[in-house]
């Protein structure tokens, strides 16, 4: 057996052992854990909410549902993987009713009050500004899946299995997805990046 | 490595750093050499970059928040929350988990299915005709049944022996003082117990009335040799016939089984 593996299983026994003790009502073990994977699942959350709020709320209601449902984890799978996969349906239920409520205030607020001009860049350079506006707005665009992949990728930084874990795919359909996803931004995002479409 | 044969897979690959350290250089070479990979490489490696623009921004929101005291606080809403919950639990009725089930959709949508495909296959699939409760006034236990049967056995027995009783004396009568009944009428009579007992072996059969059985036998080997008879008896066969009667004690042995049949009705 390889460093890693023993290491890997090392890791999930203890994961197993903290979320006995978190079903037992023990509060330091869920601290421990929150401790471990706050960061994690804050990146997951700001990813899709792009607010800090809001991806602070997804986060304590991913650690809530996770102390709700400590018992529904199956050791043996990877326990990060199942707890962003919790952190990515809080966070697009909460990205979903966050579109719903600003239509509905669009379509009920008075025309006048409605801000129709772009908000202020935040930095300097508009240039800049207006790129990163243009590809977060394409990558919003995406297909769920493979928005879901493009985000776990290049903001999480997770490994392929991670991935595959984390939104119960294969690893083949994982790299698919997000090959598909880095294909349709070049495609959306050439004539901001002036390369040939 | 060719233009044409890096593929949409091999890009893929290439794009998820799957591939091991020689292959990615080999095709990193090709790239190099391929002005319109080039271009491809810069431009997706350009779109990549904007990336770290957006890693930079959740770093930015990321150093904002206090992580120290972050998991004392979700762990303080975790436990006040399951307190409650508990407290819900106990507070609410035995039945209090029916409530929950309008606001499941699914599962109301379920309960509906259910419900209106077994009235369908009520009103389908029950048997036409008489329904339940309707037909209680003709039901009868087998016991009952077999009591009836033998009853009936008995009677039709008694019926049969007194018949056949009534016909002896009459041929006895008619060798002692000439024709009572006409010789017609007689035949016509035993040819009738030679139907009846036909439908009483059956029945003697059935219920072990074996010494009723044997007498009746008898009558019939007498009856069956009277229809075959002349109309006319002439005073030698009627002879015969007495004797044959008394021999066999026929009419002491009807009245004895008749005596035993009726002590069991």
Not at chain 1, 6 to 11: I, K, L, Q, T
Not at chain 2, 79 to 105: E, H, I, T, Y
Not at chain 2, 162 to 185: H, I, M, N, R, T
Request: with cysteine; hydrophobic share 45%; net charge positive.
């Amino acid at each position: 057996m390889s460093e890693v593996s023993r290491h890997r299983e090392g890791e999930a026994a203890e994961i197993a052992s903290l979320l006995e003790k978190i079903q037992a009502g023990d509060r330091e073990a869920f601290m421990t854990i929150i401790r471990l994977y706050q960061q994690k699942v804050f990146v997951m959350a700001y990813s899709i909410l792009r607010d800090r709020e809001d991806a602070l709320d997804a986060v304590q209601e991913t650690f809530l549902r996770l102390y709700q449902k400590a018992g529904l984890y199956r050791p043996g799978n990877s326990f990060q993987g199942w707890l962003l996969q919790m952190a990515k349906n809080i966070s697009i239920d909460a990205y979903r009713k966050h579109q719903r409520k600003r239509r509905e205030w669009e379509t009920t607020r008075p025309l006048e009050e409605i801000p129709v001009a772009a908000e202020p860049a935040r930095t300097g350079d508009s240039a800049a500004a207006d790129l990163r506006s243009a590809f977060a707005r394409s990558v919003d665009t995406l297909a769920e899946r493979q928005k879901m992949v493009f985000v776990m990728r290049h903001y999480n930084e997770l490994q392929f299995s991670e991935i595959s874990e984390a939104m119960k795919i294969s690893i083949g359909t994982a790299k698919s997805l997000h090959f598909k996803a880095v294909q349709n931004l070049r495609k959306r995002l050439a004539p901001v990046l002036g390369i040939e479409s | 490595m060719s233009m044409r044969k890096m593929t949409k897979a091999e890009w893929a690959a290439f794009l998820s750093g799957d591939r091991e350290e020689g292959r990615r250089r080999i095709m990193g070479e090709h790239i190099e050499k391929s002005p319109g990979w080039q271009a491809e490489a810069a431009a997706i490696e350009r779109l990549l970059k904007e990336t770290e623009a957006v890693k930079a921004e959740i770093r930015e929101a990321a150093a904002s928040v206090n992580w120290d005291t972050l998991p004392a606080m979700i762990a303080d809403r975790a436990l006040a929350a399951g307190v409650q919950a508990r407290r819900n639990v106990a507070d609410s009725p035995r039945w209090g988990w029916l409530a929950s089930f309008p606001l499941k959709p699914v599962l109301a949508g379920l309960a509906a299915g259910l419900v209106v495909g077994a009235a369908a296959m009520y009103f389908t699939l029950r048997a036409p005709g008489v329904r339940r409760g309707q037909d209680n006034a003709y039901y009868a236990s087998g016991d009952f049944l077999d009591r009836a049967e033998l009853e009936m056995a008995r009677r039709n027995t008694l019926d049969y022996l007194e018949k056949s009783q009534y016909v002896l004396l009459d041929v006895f009568e008619s060798a002692d003082e000439g024709p009572v009944v006409p010789p017609a009428l007689r035949s016509e009579r035993a040819r009738d117990l030679l139907q009846k007992k036909k439908y009483l072996n059956a029945q003697l059969e059935r219920f072990q009335m074996a010494k009723a059985k044997v007498l009746c036998d008898q009558i019939e080997t007498l009856f069956l040799e009277l229809s075959q008879l002349d109309e006319e008896l002439s005073a030698a066969e009627l002879g015969r016939i007495r004797g044959f009667v008394e021999e066999r004690q026929l009419l002491l042995k009807i009245n004895l089984v008749k005596k035993e049949l009726q002590s069991g009705v």
